[in-house]
């Protein structure tokens, strides 16, 4: 076993693919498709993975929620009650015993619907109406490219106010400006105030068009459920998130006349719990991926089986002639071996590339940076030339086991 027999294996290689294309392109398909589908997957949770943090810290890594309850905890109720039984639902007068707390910067308050946005004749369905509280900025980065945010003043008297999203402005007022005009959200008229352009985030891009009201306006002109209020909190500057958060609670549990022991009936919520979900989620997707893909690098595997057989018995003779002149079982094996891994590392690397064509097309398309990882590529790469080896045994062996004299005789 040397480098000139594992070049004369790759070189015969290399002639039986260009000499046997449509049998070559069958076999190694399976590998192809394996590969090109595990490094597309790596490429696109690398990216989105790399995304969610990214959004994140753009959003503020300290920032939290307070909820009725945890909805990122997956629960399985079977005939049992609803994860928010025996917890009240949050109230704008616990949202501003938050906002007195030394440690909290802001407090804004959030119930949302949804419906219809119209400007004369123009309509755009499907937007996400959005009830804030006037501090919902110190929360969502981004700037105001036309007019000003709601006032606290508009949130007492329940005014219609609104900020529409610049993706919504420009739908309903291409070209022109929306400010002062009237518009109507849910069937109601309301008045433009601002337009918001959100800094881009792979949540940002999700949410669609949007407009943003006062939250106490939202519940009694557009019917948005304060049972399901939530609280966004931004801690103060100088305090941990951590900090802030025992603070949140303790101030809460004290509202509620909680005694020691027992259980909170809210919840406070990390940002962070967000892409924990989304990471679980993403885990079982890959999980299935790798299964299917495992399953393509089997069917890959046989064809090189099949196409390693066949090798083997058109080339008796050859091996015969090999053995009669010196050559070990052990050169023979090894030829065969590489051969075989030769044909699937030509599969992984095709793969590879439609792989990256892939995760190129994902980065143009979405706010996903598909990009594969070096560590990626070197183990698509490791796999494939293990998986050659390791269909190619059976092929090697029989070859190295010939005998020269009935090799000879082949016909």
């Known amino acids: 076993m040397n480098l000139t027999s594992a070049r004369g294996g790759v070189l015969i290689a290399l002639e039986q693919l260009r000499s046997n294309k449509v049998r070559a392109s069958l076999t190694i398909l399976g590998i192809v498709i394996g590969v090109a589908t595990v490094m597309t997957m790596a490429a696109a949770i690398s990216g989105f993975q790399g995304s969610i943090m990214e959004s994140l810290n753009a959003i503020g ?4 929620f307070v909820e009725r309850f945890d909805q990122t905890k997956v629960r399985m109720v079977d005939n049992g009650p609803p994860p928010w039984e025996g917890k009240p639902s949050l109230t704008f007068a616990e949202a501003q015993l938050l906002r007195d707390l030394p440690s909290i910067r802001s407090v804004a308050t959030s119930a949302g619907t949804g419906g219809t946005v119209k400007y004369r004749s123009r309509s ?3 937007v996400g109406l959005q009830g804030y ?5 110190d929360y969502t980065p981004g700037d105001f490219v036309e007019g000003r945010n709601f006032l606290p003043v508009d949130e007492a008297r329940t005014s219609s106010v609104t900020v529409l999203s610049d993706g919504l402005a420009e739908a309903l007022f291409p070209g022109g400006s929306a400010v002062g005009k009237e518009v109507r959200l849910g069937g109601q008229p309301f008045k433009v105030v601002g337009v918001y352009r959100q800094k881009e985030n792979i949540f940002s891009g999700a949410q669609g068009n949007w407009a943003i009201i006062p939250t106490t306006t939202a519940i009694k002109r557009l019917g948005a459920d304060p049972e399901w209020m939530s609280l966004l909190v931004v801690p103060a500057t100088g305090y941990t998130q951590e900090q802030a958060m025992d603070d949140v609670t303790a101030r809460l549990r004290q509202a509620r006349s909680l005694r020691p022991g027992e259980e909170n009936n809210f919840a406070v919520v990390r940002q962070e719990a967000f892409a924990d979900l989304i990471n679980g989620i993403i885990q079982v997707f890959a999980i299935v991926m790798l299964t299917l893909a495992g399953i393509g690098l089997i069917v890959g595997g046989v064809g090189v089986v099949g196409i390693m057989m066949i090798s083997v018995t058109e080339r008796t003779r050859e091996i015969g002639v090999r053995k009669a002149l010196g050559a070990t079982p052990r050169e023979i094996l090894w030829q065969f071996l590489v051969e075989s891994m030769t044909v699937t590392l030509i599969g992984g690397v095709i793969g590879l590339l439609i792989a990256m064509a892939f995760a190129a097309l994902i980065s143009a398309i979405s706010p ?3 990009a594969i990882p070096l560590w990626a590529i070197g183990a698509s790469l490791l796999a494939a030339a293990i998986s050659g080896m390791g269909f ?3 092929p090697a062996f029989k070859a ?5 004299v009935d090799a000879l005789r082949y016909e």
């Open 61 to 64: 890594p300290n920032n939290f």
């Open 124 to 126: 755009v369905p499907s």
């Open 133 to 137: 509280s006037s501090q919902w900025v």
């Open 368 to 370: 996903i940076p598909a």
């Open 392 to 394: 190619g045994l059976y």
């Open 400 to 404: 190295a086991r010939l005998d020269p």
